[in-house]
């Protein structure tokens, strides 16, 4: 019932023993993203790996939220092993250590599998029928934590990920979605609010297609405008959105028709059956079945020539566990292989021609970050999480998974205001790639102090941190934090290839223990001098590479939820 594209035994090490100070010291230690549920992504934790079995689920056998993806490191020989899987449906890693403690001169051998994992069989095989198993990514360093995530990073940009249409990425984004009930008039002050600010992308989120008060997520399918709520249709919010020097776009949960859709009045045997045969898989779009598949395929194709479309969001809100089962030559079939082989075939088919929309991915936050999702689009949201202090752990773990210019974070919106101060959050979207949502009130003037703020990070983005980042290398000074309210100090680094600029990011988090943080930067070339600014005060001062690096400088910070932000370029 298994089918690894990746299976064997992954190392032997002689003598083990000899290279560890003590019995109680593991050969191995093995890290992941810890929890696997929503608004949990991202945290990733350090485990002994035992001499054992071990193994790490996602989707099937454990929720969705987890990104695919483990950093197995040798405590004796230093090497680094870093694996991802390119599969966005039930997966494992399968780790199995054979390390006797019996004499000194012992070799210990490690056993590694992965795959993807769902009810047997996941496939029944015609005769003649070519099957191709979901991709294994797997390095190997020698250094430390950072060293291997810039490496996967250097291989998912140069070897795996598409190159981004309208010739680069990291395009400031605003939107407006169901938090409110939105109207015409709500529509235009967002794509007022949204130009005020400096943002690049605008578009209408879950809502546009439904009647006013209606249901937005069992509407899903009937991809129409609905004239009862947007009397002209999207058009002038189209005109509306160039007129501010701003592309257009819409969110679509494409991949569901829901109940209340004419679609699925039309079509119920599009549906996708559970294995107790009940339709209730958050009514997913059976796109083992060529008919859907294709109905989508041209569905979408149409919403984006009708529409004008510049930027596609596609979301994905259900959570399917053990998948659907497609009864196919007299066996009950999983649909997860099938599923996704016809979802990425779709998706690259309309990349190919559309070739100048933006795609981004969502799945009820970061239900597919994996790297299988994300080559085919232009980058991903990793959650719906944006309350302080997770916030940061979030983005801090969805950092390491992925390069910085494919994770998506939001500022207003998703309650992130309900906690930290307004820098925290906004200094946190400088090293990723960020959406401003809910600023400014209908009908209001805006706070000055407020878009004093978002401008000036906007303006930091634009001219200082875009530039260098989508070559640029990012460290993890905190990689692991305790807790799902993290507490103490969380840092970042994003530093330009060729060390002659970059950004740190300090956050004090929940309940500060020492107020004050020694930083030693590791961006930078110890043979040049550096500008640092402080950007609390606007404050520069200047100081040789070899002093930041080596010695470092204090940073103080004595309240929750406070942030310091350091810019330093080589002079």
Avoid at 344 to 350: D, N, S, T, W
Wanted: a negative charge; glycine letters at 8%; aromatic letters at 12%.
């Amino acid at each position: 019932a298994a089918a690894c594209p990746w299976s064997g035994v992954l190392q032997q090490v002689d003598r083990w023993r000899m290279h560890l100070p003590d019995r109680e010291s593991p050969l191995y230690s093995i890290g992941y993203m810890d929890n696997s549920h929503w608004g949990n992504e991202g945290d990733f934790q350090w485990h002994d790996l035992p001499q054992a079995g071990y193994r790490i689920d996602g989707r099937y056998r454990r929720d969705r939220h987890r990104h695919p993806l483990f950093v197995l490191r040798n405590n004796a020989t230093g090497a680094i092993f870093f694996g991802q899987l390119a599969w966005s449906g039930g997966y494992s890693f399968d780790f199995d250590l054979d390390a006797d403690q019996g004499t000194t001169d012992q070799a210990a051998r490690l056993f590694f599998r992965a795959g993807p994992d769902a009810p047997a069989p996941q496939r029944i095989i015609a005769p003649g029928e070519t099957v191709r198993t979901p991709e294994m990514h797997l390095g190997l360093t020698f250094g430390d934590l950072d060293d291997a995530v810039q490496a996967m990073h250097d291989h998912l940009r140069s070897s795996l990920f598409l190159t981004q249409p309208r010739g680069r990425g990291n395009w400031i984004e605003s939107g407006i979605g169901p938090e409110v009930e939105i109207t015409v008039d709500w529509v235009h002050s967002a794509i007022d609010a949204a130009a005020d600010i400096g943002a690049e992308v605008f578009f209408i989120d879950a809502s546009w297609y439904a009647p006013p008060h209606g249901h937005w997520w069992s509407t899903v399918g009937d991809w129409e405008v609905d004239r009862q709520r947007f009397p002209d249709g999207l058009e002038p919010f189209r005109r509306r959105v160039h007129e501010k020097g701003m592309l257009w776009g819409l969110w679509l949960d494409a991949e569901r028709i829901g109940a209340e859709s004419h679609i699925a009045q039309q079509h119920p045997d599009w549906i996708s059956v559970a294995y107790d045969g009940e339709k209730r898989l958050g009514d997913l779009l059976d796109l083992t079945n060529s008919e859907a598949a294709q109905w989508l395929e041209e569905t979408l194709a149409r919403v984006f020539a009708q529409n004008q479309l510049e930027f596609f969001r596609l979301d994905y809100n259900t959570s399917i566990g053990p998948g659907a089962r497609v009864i196919r030559d007299g066996y009950a079939e999983n649909s997860y292989w099938r599923y996704y082989e016809a979802q990425y075939a779709l998706y690259e088919r309309l990349r190919q021609r559309f070739p100048d929309i933006i795609f981004e991915s969502c799945a009820g936050g970061g239900g597919r970050t994996d790297i299988g999702q994300v080559r085919r689009f232009s980058h991903t949201w990793v959650t719906d999480w944006q309350i302080a202090p997770r916030a940061f752990t979030i983005t801090n773990g969805m950092t390491m998974a992925l390069p910085p210019e494919s994770v998506d974070r939001l500022v207003g919106g998703q309650a992130g205001h309900t906690t930290a101060e307004l820098d925290f959050q906004l200094r946190l979207l400088l090293f990723v790639r960020p959406t401003f949502g809910f600023l400014r009130p209908l009908d209001m003037d805006w706070n000055p102090h407020l878009l004093d703020r978002i401008r000036h990070i906007i303006r930091l983005y634009k001219e200082f941190v875009r530039p260098f980042m989508p070559t640029g290398l990012i460290y993890h000074h905190t990689p692991t934090l305790p807790g799902p309210e993290p507490q103490g100090w969380g840092v970042l680094e994003l530093s330009s290839r060729d060390r002659e600029r970059g950004i740190c990011g300090l956050f004090q988090l929940a309940a500060p223990r020492e107020p004050e943080y020694l930083l030693r930067l590791r961006g930078l070339d110890a043979s040049k001098r550096y500008r640092i600014t402080f950007d609390s005060t606007a404050q520069t001062c200047e100081v040789d590479g070899f002093t930041l690096m080596k010695q470092g400088l204090t940073v103080r910070l004595e309240g929750a939820l406070t942030s310091e932000l350091l810019l330093f370029e080589a002079i």
